[in-house]
């Protein structure tokens, strides 16, 4: 049986470097960047992740999983829209779907 666990939520930011400040001087995360699009705060039970651009304005759940083709199969098996298909990113890949009342969700598996 897969394993699948919340531990990651992605939010959008339409201007990553002011987005950033504010968190930190906000709240005092640091962040750790991943080129000039994405930036995430990590070392918590869940972390928190920033890219760049304006869509989709809601947060995007991330839920990690050790197989990541069982996961979308289950997904599409129980009614889920795939949005983005199987992709790679640094350290894993994932998809992206939209559940029944159209919230998009991304399940991923990082790399060994």
């Not at 651009?53 to 947060?59: D, I, M, R, T």
């Not at 199969?73 to 998809?95: H, L, S, Y």
């Amino acid at each position: 049986m897969m394993k699948i666990t919340p531990n990651y939520m992605e939010m959008k930011a339409s201007d990553l470097g002011q987005t950033k400040a504010f968190y930190t001087k906000a709240l005092g995360f640091e962040f750790t960047d991943y080129g000039p699009e994405y930036a995430a705060v990590e070392g918590g039970p869940v972390q928190l992740g920033f890219a760049a651009g304006k869509e989709p304005a809601a947060p995007m759940p991330t839920f990690e999983t050790d197989n990541l083709e069982a996961a979308l199969d289950a997904v599409e098996k129980a009614g889920g829209t795939i949005k983005v298909p199987i992709f790679a990113f640094p350290g894993g890949r994932r998809f992206q779907f939209l559940d029944p009342s159209g919230n998009e969700i991304a399940i991923y598996q990082a790399d060994s």
